[in-house]
């Protein structure tokens, strides 16, 4: 991406520079190719938000845009080859993410079509139901909603109304909304455009009910008007997203025929005999679930985008406007130049980095499931623990950055040609669809524990004699200070080397990795009290340490960025930029400590002395790092046809320039006016 120059601090001959090229293709990563290539087609103003528009022009110019998706062949690459598709789920999800930078609302309504509407008839149905329904998803001829989500049931899909009952005389399942919080909701396509929908429900014959299954079922004729029992309204105007037509939907009794059940994981015969390759009904309904993944992928992918739009345009703008004289009578300064802007910016930068390339390993790993390179049971549930956690950690980040970077442009942030409101509005949802962030974190936490009681599942006693002593020994360690002590007689005197200690890997590596287990091993000690408990004082004791849980996954996802981020530095070849990313890695290694440095003093982790110069050493890191922010941008690779912000435009700069030379050559006249507070010196009495 080309800008107009900038102001930044002035680089000397010794100091490393980006090699942005080379920075792109990493960020870029494996699927490089496949995003360029979207992107290209992004460049195209048919597929930009115009900001203003009412809800229904918005409605139908998405719509318009969806069909041209289609005529550009930009959105069918996780589809069969034979029916048009390439097979190919890692690209897929790269290029989707890049619909983001178009409009966030063609994004959606692009992922509800083909990557829930259009992957349930792939990954749940037969191969006879994706010849049948396929087709009419990938060209649009038949527009469909994904009918998951009940008004009393979002998260706990497990707990919807909804029932889809067989009928064996009729050899048909009969569809039924047995009461209002049973009803559909929040259903892209469902208010005005679908004609069918995927409908999730509980599947019962012979008296069993057999838990949640999908159903393809027809929801609109030719002419637009709903089905006889199915009722159709409009959940209207939202607070982003706009150009998708929300609604609901209620059945009445519809039936459909028996095979409509997309079964690949579970069928009922002629005479509703129920059979599933999969015994287990828990087991049966994660595996279902498991396939429809790719959507959690997907929106972590948007709102890393999204992040990096909102960085380009904060950056961009940081580098070029000025204010206040500082250090100058003359001359007003830039605004990266304030620490407390690189403060507000940079660490940001370093963890949208950071999530760039976990997110970049995380569709490694889907691609090699949906492959079926490597689809085991305990890959599968990697993908899924992996989506679970980089999903909130990434929509929260974007709303975060959107914000703090609206933020830093001031007004001109707040302005529509500027994106950053709307971006903001758009993105909102993101954190409560696909899995609400704190159930999917609940998720993870469940896991972690899950896989530390399985560290000790066939243990002698022996060797949990010495699991219990040995962290005996550091709880005793951390609790009277002696790991302190003898860091505090390390450091006196010598707070450079204090500091020092901070960059190295294995330190940042020791301190993010222990935090994350310390908290799973507090968590499962005070839950271990209740595995014996009745299922309500069960409930009860998990629910008194939520919080903790909770915060033990955060920590998990932390480390985790870490990693990906560091891993990414050893691909780096040139000594320059892997300097400059590396002090980037640093600084969100570092202010991650930083905001929570409680914990490390509290647990004893960090000496109060080393403490206190956490600070200062990454306030050095920014002043490091700031004539390189404008580089490390615009290595994301966006255009301005993607970004399409005034305050990334260069007129900013021209406006500082013209300022500058005006004063300029008032100063330089005879006419420049003499300041009041400067005649008052002149007239002021000498002693």
Not at 142 to 148: C, Q
Not at 508 to 533: F, G, H
Request: proline share 4%.
């Amino acid at each position: 991406m080309t800008h107009h120059p900038a102001h930044p601090t002035p680089v000397s001959s010794d100091t490393p520079v980006v090699d942005r090229q080379a920075l792109q293709n990493l960020l870029l990563g494996r699927w490089a190719e496949t995003r360029r290539t979207a992107r290209d087609v992004l460049k195209d103003p048919k597929f930009h938000k115009i900001e203003g528009l009412t809800m229904d022009e918005h409605r139908r110019r998405v719509l318009q845009q969806a069909h041209q998706l289609v005529e550009a062949k930009a959105v069918h690459r996780a589809f069969p080859t034979e029916f048009g598709g390439d097979d190919a789920h890692g690209a897929n999800i790269a290029a989707f993410e890049e619909l983001v930078t178009a409009d966030p609302s063609l994004q959606i309504k692009a992922g509800v079509q083909w990557g829930l509407f259009g992957a349930a008839i792939m990954h749940l149905g037969s191969e006879e139901h994706q010849r049948r329904w396929l087709p009419g998803a990938m060209d649009l001829s038949v527009p469909g909603a994904f009918a998951m989500t009940e008004i009393g049931h979002g998260s706990d899909v497990a707990s919807i109304g909804t029932t889809a009952t067989f009928d064996p005389e009729t050899g048909e399942f009969v569809i039924h909304t047995p009461f209002t919080a049973a009803t559909k909701r929040f259903l892209g396509n469902a208010a005005l455009h679908g004609r069918a929908a995927v409908v999730f429900a509980q599947l019962i014959t012979r008296g069993v009910n057999h838990g949640v299954h999908c159903f393809y079922v027809d929801i609109r004729d030719e002419h637009g008007d709903p089905l006889p029992g199915i009722t159709l309204t409009d959940d209207g105007h939202k607070g982003g997203l706009n150009g998708i037509d929300n609604g609901r939907i209620a059945f009445d009794h519809i039936r459909v025929p028996r095979q409509n059940l997309l079964n690949r994981y579970g069928d009922v015969d002629e005479e509703g005999t129920y059979a599933s390759p999969i015994e287990s009904p828990g087991r049966r309904f994660f595996t279902m679930l498991g396939t429809l993944v790719q959507g959690r992928v997907s929106l972590s992918g948007s709102a890393v985008a999204a992040s990096k739009l909102a960085l380009i345009g904060a950056v961009t703008y940081g580098n070029q406007r000025r204010q206040f004289n500082a250090s100058s009578p003359t001359e007003e300064e830039v605004l990266l130049d304030y620490q407390l802007h690189q403060r507000r910016l940079i660490p940001r930068l370093a963890k949208t980095v950071a999530l760039s390339f976990a997110q970049e390993k995380l569709l490694a790993k889907l691609d090699d499931v949906f492959s079926g390179r490597d689809d085991s049971d305990a890959n599968r549930q990697e993908l899924e623990t992996l989506a679970a956690t980089i999903k909130p950690t990434a929509t929260w980040h974007a709303l975060d950055t959107l914000q703090e970077a609206r933020e830093a442009c001031g007004g001109a942030g707040f302005i529509s040609e500027n994106r950053f409101a709307s971006l903001r509005a758009d993105m909102d949802i993101y954190v409560t669809f696909e899995g609400d962030n704190n159930v999917l974190l609940q998720l993870v936490a469940k896991r972690l524990l899950s896989d530390y009681a399985s560290e000790f599942k066939g243990a002698d006693v022996g060797a949990l004699a010495s699991y219990v002593a040995s962290q005996a020994g550091s709880t005793v360690i951390h609790r009277f200070g002696l790991r302190r002590a003898f860091q505090s007689v390390q450091d006196t005197g010598d707070e450079r080397r204090s500091a020092n200690w901070f960059k190295q890997e294995d330190v940042q590596r020791d301190l993010l990795t222990d935090r994350s287990r310390q908290m799973v091993i507090d968590a499962a000690s005070q839950l271990r009290s209740a595995a014996k408990l009745p299922q309500a004082q069960q409930a009860s004791v998990f629910n008194e340490h939520q919080f903790e849980i909770i915060n033990a996954a955060k920590a998990h996802a932390e480390l985790l960025l870490w990693e990906s981020f560091t891993e990414a530095l050893s691909e780096i070849e040139d000594e320059g930029t892997r300097q400059i990313m590396t002090w980037l890695r640093d600084v969100y290694a570092l202010t991650t400590v930083e905001q929570t440095l409680d914990w490390y003093l509290g647990h004893g982790r960090i000496s109060t002395h080393r403490a206190k110069t956490l600070t200062p050493y990454v306030n050095r890191l920014l002043a490091r790092l700031r004539p390189h922010l404008q580089d490390i941008v615009d290595s994301f690779g966006y255009e301005p046809e993607h970004v399409r912000m005034e305050v990334t435009s260069g007129t900013e700069l021209q406006r500082q320039d013209e300022a500058r030379e005006h004063y300029r050559r008032l100063r330089a006249s005879s006419q420049a006016p003499v300041e009041e507070k400067n005649l008052a010196r002149q007239k002021a009495p000498v002693s």
